[in-house]
């Protein structure tokens, strides 16, 4: 049976990055039996692991995650390489992998790329990859969940690159505790717009 079409977003503070929800997340995949893929800076893959052993992940569950280092991506989208040959040279055959040898052909991916080009003052690249993204949900097996800091978009300049990305999401998600932050609000009025409540 095909998955519903699930490609969240989560803006968090800088200062506080949300290890503990993505290790859930993590952990909610193994437990459905759904290998999962996390492509994050080794910082946030050494503070998630460690939220993973926390939670007495047993070893050969986390042998179903999968830690990809942004680092090599984010060089070569720099250096010039297009974005859906980065995903494929990179990303993609971890991705294949992932599924091949999940029980039920499914698949996680929690990922931090777009945010690496946002910081980068790159938007147009961390668009391209949002929208990789969402061709990788059409086999109705694939559920992404990306993660950005509110660094990615220090400024209400970035407004419309942060409208962008939130529009590319089918749901928005805010870690951030000013409620009168612009990000929040712009990201809470998308979601009431969804929802019908405006």
Not at 8 to 35: C, H, M, T, W
Not at 42 to 71: M, Q, W, Y
Not at 134 to 145: F, N, S, V, W
Not at 146 to 162: L, R
Request: charged share 25%; proline share 3%; hydrophobic share 40%.
């Amino acid at each position: 049976m095909a998955l519903a079409i699930s490609h969240d977003v989560e803006f968090y503070e800088s200062q506080r990055f949300p290890a503990p929800a993505i290790a859930k997340f993590v952990r909610e995949g193994l437990a459905a039996d759904e290998n999962v893929v996390v492509v994050t800076s080794l910082a946030h893959t050494l503070a998630i692991e460690h939220e993973l052993g926390k939670a007495g992940s047993r070893t050969h569950e986390r042998a179903k995650a999968f830690f990809v280092d942004t680092n090599t991506m984010s060089r070569a989208l720099l250096l010039g390489q297009a974005v859906e040959n980065v995903i494929e040279r990179y990303l993609a055959p971890i991705v294949r992998h992932a599924r091949e040898y999940s029980k039920n052909g499914r698949v996680r991916i929690y990922g931090e790329l777009s945010d690496a080009m946002m910081r980068l003052y790159r938007p147009e690249i961390a668009i391209a990859l949002e929208q990789q993204g969402a061709q990788m949900l059409m086999d109705g097996k694939t559920r992404i969940r990306c993660g950005y800091s509110e660094n990615a978009f220090p400024d209400a300049s970035f407004a419309k690159h942060f409208t962008r990305i939130c529009l590319l999401h089918t749901h928005v998600r805010t870690d951030l505790k000013d409620r009168n932050d612009w990000r929040f609000k712009l990201a809470e009025g998308i979601e009431e717009a969804r929802s019908g409540e405006i």
